[in-house]
């Protein structure tokens, strides 16, 4: 079975300042995705970032980047620029191949806090 | 273009009951995900549903139940609450079960088993 770990229940950051948010999973697949999710107070589930794990390219969507290392399995999310409104949760996500349905499998969040 | 919408965003029910929750994905998605999320075990996987058929289903007994209706709403029924049933119980949507661009989440239902 499929695990995600995210080793950091909480981070802090300096608005402004960058800050990495790890994670890594474990998988006997070739075919995959990975994503990272954000859960402000409001609950709901934002994406974030998504990573295939056949593009060797990490992703990038404008102030959020992935650090996608497939042989070591890990997927680290980088916020550059922090603002306040990047304070929430953070889940990162694995989600089997083409064929496998949505199922997604959750890490157990890290929960990230911007000091002004 | 409306989101996810769940419905109730509360709600507390007496052990023993049963309860529904609903779930309307966004217009055109067609595949719905339901996942319990609590602060012991995390966001689990609940089912999914894809053209009104259960695709996938997780690791939860029977008295967790789903349907999808021809409009690609859900509902999911849990009978004889448990308190351990307490979470907040998300459904995600996506175009297909294979949405490589992710899935949009709901806000949730949150669920007190009193």
């Known amino acids: 079975a499929q695990t995600v770990t995210q080793s950091q229940p909480e981070m802090s950051v300096q608005e402004a300042e960058t800050v990495t948010l790890s994670c890594t999973y474990d998988?006997?697949?070739?075919?995959?995705?990975l994503f990272w999710y954000k859960q402000p107070p409001s609950r709901q589930m934002i994406l974030v970032i998504r990573?295939?794990?056949?593009?060797?390219q990490n992703a990038t969507e404008n102030r959020f980047s992935v650090n996608f290392q497939k042989a070591a399995k890990s997927f680290s999310l980088k916020i550059s620029d922090s603002q306040l409104g990047d304070a929430a949760m953070y889940f990162c996500?694995?989600?089997?191949?083409?064929?496998?349905?949505?199922?997604?499998?959750f890490g157990e969040g890290t929960q990230l806090t911007v000091n002004p | 273009k409306a989101g996810v919408t769940q419905t109730p965003r509360y709600l507390i029910k007496t052990r023993g009951q049963q309860v529904t929750l609903s779930c309307s994905p966004i217009?055109?998605?067609?595949?719905v995900s339901w996942y319990q999320q609590t602060p012991g075990q995390g966001l689990q996987f609940l089912f999914e549903?894809?053209?009104?058929?259960?695709?996938n289903k997780g690791n939860f007994p029977g008295r967790f139940s789903g349907r999808q209706f021809s409009n690609s709403r859900s509902e999911m029924n849990v009978s004889t609450l448990e308190l351990g049933d307490s979470a907040l119980y998300l459904c995600?949507?996506?175009?297909?079960?294979?949405?490589?661009?992710?899935?949009?989440f709901g806000s949730g239902t949150r669920l007190t088993v009193v």
């Open positions: 996500a694995y989600r089997r191949g083409e064929t496998s349905g949505s199922r997604l499998t």
């Open positions: 217009s055109g998605h067609r595949s």
């Open positions: 995600a949507s996506s175009l297909v079960p294979t949405g490589n661009k992710g899935y949009t």
């Open positions: 549903y894809f053209s009104e058929t259960q695709r």
């Open positions: 998988t006997s697949e070739s075919d995959y995705y």
């Open positions: 990573q295939e794990a056949y593009k060797q």
